[in-house]
């Protein structure tokens, strides 16, 4: 899997490409960790290009969730679909982490 971070306004990019499986934690990890101590606005991540997801991608987005709250930092993921979407879905991070169709939409905070 390939990770990328890009800057928007004030908010953090990490977009994700491939599969997000279990080799792929410590470059997202590592991502998202030198995002958290960038404490920008908001931290989205890009699930537009991933073709799978397994929980342990999942864990690093809650982690990060729950540390980037507590600093006042908001996390939200973009791009959703098919089996991503599904996993999102199943594993019920919908109900505290927003989830936007567009990255643009997750930029702005509007669904």
Known sequence: MKVTVRKEKD???VELEGEADLAAVP???QAMQTEA???TRRV???FSKVTFVNTPIWAVVV???Q???EKGTEIA???LNGRVEASFNIVRLGDFIDAF???AEAVAGKK
Do not use: L, M, N
């Open 11 to 13: 908010v953090s990019i």
């Open 27 to 29: 470059a997202f990890q």
């Open 37 to 39: 101590k960038a404490r």
């Open 44 to 46: 989205v991540v890009d």
């Open 63 to 65: 982690e990060h969730y």
């Open 67 to 69: 540390h980037a709250t």
């Open 77 to 79: 993921v973009a791009g």
């Open 101 to 103: 169709p567009t990255v």
